[in-house]
């Protein structure tokens, strides 16, 4: 940056507007390997056909997020309410014996800057067990655990909560995971995440 900031230091004023948009050009020019903004945080894609869910295993990609650990169900439009959108995820899926799974996306970032996450939390009711655990991380260290009671739930209304954690970035890009601690077939359900960078008096009143 010292040397950039010498470089603008030496344009004649001769340079006028074309040289002030060559410095800035400099200065704003996004890295080769960027990675990109946050994105598809309420599971909008692939679409999934409606009243019906699609098993997504380790390794495959769920739009912009990755499945980096057993199996998730990629619930579709119809099959029960969604917090945002028509679909949502339910963290344990449905592919024997790997039940908990995880999904994970790497999205850029500002350096020393506070990130907000949100998101909506809820539980499948189908079956057992009646709390619904799971953790969120960011760059590998888990942030928040978080829980949910399905008692009185239904596939009807599924009563999402929101729940929000915030986290510091120290560089240019952070991966954030969801993941299921359950194992039974039957998980925490989430929905509707968002990525808001934050100024201090923003975070203190989030």
């Not at 074309?18 to 960027?34: D, E, I, M, R």
């Not at 790997?98 to 996306?105: F, P, T």
């Not at 953790?135 to 739930?153: C, H």
Request: neutral net charge.
């Amino acid at each position: 940056m010292g040397k950039t900031l010498r470089r603008l230091g030496r344009f004649s004023v001769g340079t006028g507007v074309a040289g002030a948009l060559v410095a800035l050009s400099v200065l704003t020019a996004p890295a080769a390997n960027a990675a990109p903004a946050f994105s598809n945080g309420s599971f909008e894609v692939p679409v999934v056909p409606a009243n019906t869910f699609r098993p997504v295993s380790a390794g495959q990609p769920l739009g912009a997020w990755t499945v980096t650990r057993g199996n998730v169900d990629h619930i579709g439009a119809g099959f029960w309410p969604a917090a945002d959108g028509t679909q949502s995820i339910d963290l344990d899926g449905s592919i024997a014996p790997n039940l908990a799974g995880a999904v994970a996306q790497t999205f850029s970032t500002l350096p020393l800057t506070t990130y907000i996450v949100k998101f909506a939390l809820s539980g499948n009711p189908a079956s057992g067990p009646v709390v619904k655990t799971g953790t969120a991380s960011v760059n590998g260290t888990v942030l928040r655990s978080f829980s949910f009671d399905v008692s009185g739930i239904t596939g009807l209304n599924l009563e999402y909560r929101q729940v929000k954690f915030s986290f510091l970035s120290l560089g240019t890009q952070a991966t954030l995971e969801f993941a299921s601690t359950t194992g039974s077939g039957f998980g925490p359900v989430i929905d509707d995440v968002t990525v808001t960078p934050c100024l201090l008096v923003i975070c203190l009143n989030a």
